[in-house]
């Protein structure tokens, strides 16, 4: 083992600065991602999710400030909170109609583990948080932005909010489901799906701009017609990740 130690340690001293710092983050991912505090049925899912992936894309680093939108009970938040570590901080907005979720994150918090976790509830599409964001984060909800059932939201305004509360060169991080062309309102409401291209119309109009599209939850054999809900599809749905970032000036 001191052999091995040894060399990976002269190895590990030949790799770039950058290099280092990319395969630390790497590393804290993943020991996120094997926590096995994580609930079964959360790590369950992983193969369909991604997390690893989807956490790297996004570009979730140690010390950060992330405005987790719906957090839904912690599948993410959990991760989120190993990755920022004890200088970072995920301060979570949940729906307040989303009942279920509020409870389920309450429980999260109240069981102590994760320190630097947060949680609010308030009316759909509200956007507060104490602090300048370093990320705002959004995964399979954006779409829901659309659904008065959860709570009538002014998407042009909320994305605005979010363009706040943000620090200059912030990310806003967005992943949903695919949407047929030309998908309505309405249609939205019935599949729980939104285009790509929707999307990206909306957030840049609000004065961000697009810095990368993720491509690992691309699924081409999905049915876009399909409500995700469908059994054929579920858990097996043509995902996009969108990275936007706010401008320095």
């Not at 790497?26 to 926590?35: G, K, L, P, R």
């Not at 939201?153 to 912030?170: E, H, I, W």
């Not at 062309?181 to 999307?199: P, Y």
């Not at 081409?220 to 399909?226: F, I, R």
Request: net charge neutral.
């Amino acid at each position: 083992m001191r052999g091995h130690s040894l060399l990976a340690a002269c190895l590990f001293a030949t790799l770039p600065v950058g290099a280092i710092a990319e395969s630390a983050i790497a590393s804290t991912i993943q020991s996120a991602v094997a926590d096995p505090s994580r609930p079964a049925d959360q790590r369950a899912a992983d193969e369909s999710r991604k997390p690893a992936e989807t956490i790297a894309f996004a570009g979730v680093r140690p010390g950060m400030t992330v405005g987790e939108f719906y957090p839904g009970g912690g599948y993410f938040t959990r991760m989120l909170s190993d990755v920022v570590g004890p200088k970072g901080h995920i301060h979570g907005i949940e729906n307040d109609r989303w009942k279920g979720a509020v409870k389920a994150d309450a429980e999260l918090v109240a069981s102590g583990q994760l320190k630097n976790v947060t949680m609010d509830s308030a009316p759909f599409g509200t956007v507060r948080f104490p602090k300048p964001l370093d990320l705002a984060w959004v995964t399979q909800n954006y779409h829901d932005l659309k659904i008065a059932e959860y709570g009538v939201v002014d998407t042009a305004a909320f994305n605005r909010a979010v363009f706040q509360a943000l620090k200059p060169g912030g990310t806003y991080f967005i992943l949903d489901h695919e949407a047929p062309a030309g998908t309505t309102t309405a249609d939205i409401a019935k599949l729980h799906r939104i285009e790509k291209a929707q999307v990206i119309r909306e957030v840049t109009a609000a004065g961000f701009k697009l810095l990368e599209e993720g491509d690992f939850l691309r699924r081409p054999g999905d049915d876009h017609t399909l409500s995700i809900f469908d059994k054929a599809i579920q858990g097996k749905t043509d995902q996009y990740a969108l990275k936007f970032v706010k401008p320095l000036h």
